[in-house]
């Protein structure tokens, strides 16, 4: 098993918000995790990356045999942890290419492995760029300074392809996208699809999930999960909206 | 404390002026009835509420008032190693110019060299420069330095004449004692003349240092002058530097004043823009950490219409540091059309460092560009995060931040290589990699 939550309890300035997730993912594995607003998806990327703002209460997390929540987020993401941002950060004054090649290398240490070479790494920012058709003005510009929602988007998705990680947690990628992006972002991610690798889709929407199809579909409500399904659950709520699944859950 | 150094010219005027030219001595009487009637700044004087001298005038300093020679060749202990950067080198050992025994390739009727030399040798070319700038001053350290100076440095570009590689001067504190030194520099680039001039400070014993330096800086009508100021000392060093511009018509400044490293640093500039389309480019940085101290304090004066000024001041403060900016800017009357710009803009890294800030724009003409902003923070704790999900770990990603928050002054330099190597001390620094003093070559330094 690739990831296991077991009663999953988090806050954030004494607020609970997540309140016994539990959720296993195998490799290989897309799942999809809706849920009305407030509901607590955001929390659960937040707690698995380790985001220092949230307190976990009660609870475990094992990502590939290890004990995940004792782990800082920079290790999370060597061990192969990857969180597409809803709202990815402008850093000012720091080139992509100088934060890639810190990351790339800080992975490829943790794996005993040696610092690539400057036109190596080069060639690779290449090869990645083209997943999401990535402008190369881009890859010179510091991080997300002045790009467009849209271009904010899918360099998320090329960091992701330059980490090639284990778990991708996608969390509300598809919002501020228009059609086309979304698509060029979907068929991203898809190619870096393995047999190995696993993803979580966060969304409101049915539409990314016509490009990215779900083996399971979890419906988080008040900081629970409460009720999982396969694929055709998504177009049951594109329909139904989700006030039937909030009445089941007040039964 | 004013009283020690008081009796100490009083008793030894006649050895100060002994081995000295007649233009230096010149100065010495009425800058000592100067400095007695002003004495050393103090707390109490509103330019230097944040800057505390007490404990530095409090230590016991020699001066090498009687010039005794200082056992060092500064070609054996020091090695700027700025790779691919050219440079005229000279040294300055605490207040003494090195004389070297093979001359260097300058244009004809460049003076390059000792103050005290020239001033003896070309006193009538030097002597309606000398002290005029800084003797209106009302800092106290202005004519203490006038009364004790013996030497220092001159730079002197006759009219039309390019200096084609940068001039480096290494500034060398030294001594097997906590020593005071009196630094004099005067820089006169003549009409249309062009100049880039290096100074690299540089402490090569952890010895308490005081130095009181004054700098008279002459850019004359359509001149070029580039400067750049950096200062790397070990943390007991103590720098009071006083700089004074003025700058013709159509003249062009480039100012730019690092502190690497440091113990306590107060820099007063005073630039007037006294010709007419004359621009002033004014840049610094100040890296603090421990309990370290810098404060720059700048006076802009447009004094005649169609004039430029800009400046650009960054901090990053770490441990308990402190760093002042005090910046002010002044528009007389008749300076119509004057742009005036004025940023300030500083990181505390931690909880206990300290940021103060003053910022004053004084407008006497009516049309005018002006602006000032200044402001202080501490690291972006998203984009912290943020680097860390991607696997870099805490420590480089606070690095990285710092670094990506000065860039923008380095950015300012204009020679590209001293640019990439200044890149290079300033991460260097950050990493805590940086050697007391990074560019000596052998074990002087403890």
């Not at chain 1, 509901?39 to 307190?55: D, I, Y």
């Not at chain 1, 699809?193 to 579909?217: A, C, F, G, M, W």
């Not at chain 2, 570009?157 to 005067?186: F, T, W, Y």
């Not at chain 2, 950015?411 to 640019?419: A, T, Y």
Request: charged share 25%.
């Amino acid at each position: 098993m690739l990831l296991e939550i077991k009663n999953l309890h988090a806050s954030i300035d004494g607020k609970e918000i997540l309140r016994g997730i539990n959720l296993s993912i195998n490799e290989g594995e897309i799942h999809a995790i809706m849920g009305p607003n407030g509901s607590g998806k955001s929390t659960l990327s937040a707690v698995l990356t380790g985001n220092p703002a949230f307190e976990v209460t009660e609870g475990e997390i094992w990502f590939r045999g290890k004990n995940l929540l004792e782990l800082s987020p920079e290790d999370r993401s060597r061990e192969g942890l990857f969180l597409s941002f809803q709202y990815p950060v402008e850093i000012p004054g720091v080139s992509m290419v100088n934060f890639m090649r810190s990351a790339v290398n800080e992975h490829r240490k943790y794996r005993q492995e040696p610092a690539l070479s400057a036109s190596d790494f080069l060639k690779l920012m290449r090869e990645k760029r083209s997943v999401v058709e990535l402008d190369s003005k881009l890859a010179n510009r510091s991080v997300n300074e002045g790009f467009s929602g849209g271009e904010k988007k899918r360099n998320e998705i090329f960091q992701m392809a330059m980490l090639e990680p284990k778990l991708s947690i996608l969390d509300e990628t598809d919002s501020g996208l228009d059609i086309d992006a979304l698509r060029i972002v979907a068929l991203g991610v898809n190619k870096l699809r393995t047999p190995e690798n696993s993803t979580i889709v966060i969304t409101h929407y049915q539409r990314l999930l016509d490009y990215i199809v779900p083996d399971k579909v979890h419906i988080l409500y008040k900081g629970r999960i409460v009720k999982t399904a396969g694929r055709e659950l998504v177009l049951d709520l594109e329909e139904r909206g989700y006030d039937w699944i909030k009445q089941e859950t007040e039964e | 404390m004013e009283k020690d150094y008081i009796d100490l010219y009083k008793q030894h005027a006649n050895s100060v002026g002994k081995s000295c030219s007649d233009l230096l001595n010149s100065k010495r009487e009425a800058a000592f009835e100067k400095f007695q009637s002003l004495g050393f700044p103090n707390k109490s004087m509103e330019n230097y509420r944040y800057c505390d001298l007490q404990e530095a005038f409090s230590i016991d300093y020699g001066l090498n008032i009687n010039r005794v020679k200082m056992p060092i060749n500064p070609h054996d202990v020091f090695s700027c190693d700025v790779p691919n950067l050219s440079t005229k080198l000279f040294f300055v050992v605490n207040d003494h110019f090195y004389k070297k025994d093979k001359t260097i390739g300058l244009p004809e009727g460049v003076l390059c060299g000792s103050l005290n030399d020239f001033a003896a040798s070309h006193a009538s070319l030097l002597e309606p420069y000398y002290s005029r700038l800084s003797e209106k001053s009302s800092d106290g350290m202005v004519p203490f330095n006038t009364t004790f100076a013996q030497d220092g440095f001159v730079l002197y570009v006759p009219a039309g004449v390019v200096i084609n590689k940068p001039i480096q001067l290494i500034q060398i504190l030294h001594g097997s004692e906590d020593m005071m030194v009196n630094r004099r520099l005067l820089i006169i680039l003549e009409d249309n003349a062009k100049a880039q001039l290096l100074i690299c400070d540089h402490s090569l014993s952890s010895k308490q240092f005081l130095t009181n330096q004054v700098t008279e800086i002459f850019v004359g009508k359509n001149a070029s002058l580039e400067f750049y100021d950096l200062e790397m000392n070990h943390e007991n060093s103590t720098r009071i530097a006083n700089t004074f511009v003025t700058q013709d018509a159509s003249s062009h400044l480039l100012m730019n004043g690092i502190t690497l490293q440091n113990g306590l640093t107060r820099n007063n500039i005073t630039v007037r823009l006294e010709g007419e389309g004359s621009e002033a480019k004014l840049s610094g940085m100040a890296l603090g950490s421990g309990s370290q101290l810098i404060d720059n304090n700048l006076f802009v004066d447009h004094a005649v219409p169609h004039c430029t000024s800009h400046q650009l001041f960054k901090y990053v403060l770490d441990g308990s540091s402190r760093g002042v900016f005090g910046g002010r800017v002044l528009v007389e009357k008749d300076a119509q059309k004057t742009s005036a710009f004025q940023s300030n803009k500083n990181l505390c890294s931690t909880r206990e460092a300290r940021m103060f800030v003053k910022p004053q724009l004084e407008i006497y003409a009516d049309d005018v560009k002006c602006s000032h902003g200044t402001a202080t923070g501490q690291i972006d704790e998203k984009a912290l995060f943020y680097m860390r999900t991607r696997g870099i770990p805490e420590k480089e990603a606070r690095l990285l931040l710092k670094f990506a928050f000065t860039a923008d002054v380095l950015d300012h330099i204009g020679l590209e290589p001293l640019k990439d190597r200044m890149r290079m001390l300033v991460e260097k620094r950050f990493r805590g990699e940086l050697a007391k003093c990074a560019g000596c070559s052998s074990s002087n330094c403890s």
